[in-house]
Nanobody, 115 residues
Framework: QVQLVESGGGLVQAGGSLRLSCTAS????????MGWYRQAPGKQRELVAR???????NYADSVKGRFTIYSNHAKNAVYLQMNSLKPEDTAVYYC?????????WGQGTQVTVSS
């Protein structure tokens, strides 16, 4: 079992920044990758960014150059630095941890970007 706790969402004006944090606990040695997904009202959940245990990253095209994912292994944490936020970034953001054959999810944190 892996437990994920997120923090850092909120309300920000367009052009602003937020940093999301996700801390993992439990059987963390089994995690192959961690990432952030988001789901806006009426839309499917989509990958925003992911980082593997080896440090490789990938991003959705819509956030490249604006968002950065990074991890702190000592704290079992992964972060998403979001800059130049746009109203279309408004969504519930979910932390994800991948182990072989299973996905774990955090409870979600709301990010709202006003125009």
């Amino acid at each position: 079992q892996v437990q994920l706790v997120e923090s850092g969402g909120g309300l920000v004006q367009a052009g602003g920044s937020l940093r999301l944090s996700c801390t993992a606990s439990g059987i963390i040695y089994s995690i192959n990758a961690m990432g952030w997904y988001r789901q806006a009202p009426g839309k499917q959940r989509e990958l925003v960014a992911r980082i593997t245990s080896g440090g490789s990253t990938n991003y959705a095209d819509s956030v490249k150059g604006r968002f950065t994912i990074y991890s702190n292994h000592a704290k079992n944490a992964v972060y998403l630095q979001m800059n130049s936020l746009k109203p279309e970034d408004t969504a519930v953001y979910y932390c994800n941890a991948k182990v072989v054959g299973y996905d774990y999810w955090g409870q979600g944190t709301q990010v709202t970007v006003s125009s």
